[in-house]
Each structure stands twice: as C-alpha cells, then as structure tokens.
C-alpha cells in the first residue's frame, strides 16, 4: 500500500480506478445517499451515481461495487447517520481486494475512509487497510483546495 497527498481527480482524469466512501443508506426513491467528500465530488461530476449504488445497495446490500465509470464504493458506515466502523471499513477493504484482483486493476486509488468527515484517526484505519492491500493501492490524503 502506499501513501500521498494531493488531488484524486487528477487520477481520474488519467483514467485510473478511484474509490469512493459509502454507507448503507437509501433515499425514498430508492437513491443511494451520498455524504460528503469525494463521495459528493464524484455524485457531482456523474449524476447517475446515486441512482446505480441505490439500486446495487437494494439489491445485494451494503458492499463494495464496481459502479462503472472508473468508480468503486467502499461501506464505511451502516447508514448515512451513524460513524464510521472499523468492522465494516476491514471488510470492504477485503471485498475491494477481491474485486481489484477478479479485475485486473493496477492501480486503484483510495481516499482515507472514515478519517475525513468521519472523524476517525488515521492511525487507526491505517493497519487494518494494510493487511488487504499492496502497492496496487494508493491511499490519499485529498489535499484542501
């Protein structure tokens, strides 16, 4: 796994995978809900993504899903109102480790999850990611604009 900072659309824009952090939740009309950060950044720049994770959220759950598009959810949180969970940020680590592999991603770009909005310290994440990811993985810390 490795470390920087900077700017994860500039990864995007280059045609790598980038990751975004999601919760279980879904709006009445059956959107998934998106919170803050990169998640809202990528909402912004492709309209459709709420409507997709809703409809794959309601249908298998709250797991990481390959949205197209060059984007990946990754669960931190049960719902878009509770924290973060260290729980379930190991398991999407494990289910993006899966996915990366059945897909033959090379790079793959992922912010801190749970350490933004979500106030959990990065130290903490930080050990349970390493154990599922290898220099594939590129964990960003998004630089402020």
Not at 13 to 33: F, H, K, P, Q, Y
Not at 34 to 50: E, F, N, T
Request: overall charge negative.
């Amino acid at each position: 796994m490795l470390e920087t900072v900077g700017d994860i659309w500039e990864y995007a824009d280059r045609g790598e995978i980038i990751v975004i952090t999601s919760n279980g939740s879904l709006t009445r009309d059956g959107r998934a809900v998106i919170g803050r950060g990169v998640a809202k950044q990528a909402a912004l720049r492709h309209p459709w993504l709420a409507e997709k994770l809703g409809r794959l959220l309601a249908e298998q759950g709250n797991h990481v899903f390959d949205l197209g598009g060059g984007i990946v959810n990754f669960p931190v949180e049960e719902t878009a109102w509770s924290q973060p969970d260290l729980r379930i940020i190991s398991r999407s680590a494990g289910e993006l480790r899966l996915l990366a592999d059945r897909s033959g991603w090379e790079y793959i770009v992922v912010p801190r999850p749970g350490c933004g909005g979500g106030g959990l310290l990065w130290h903490e994440v930080k050990p349970l990611l390493e154990c599922h990811f290898d220099n594939r993985f590129l964990m960003i810390n998004q630089k402020c604009s």
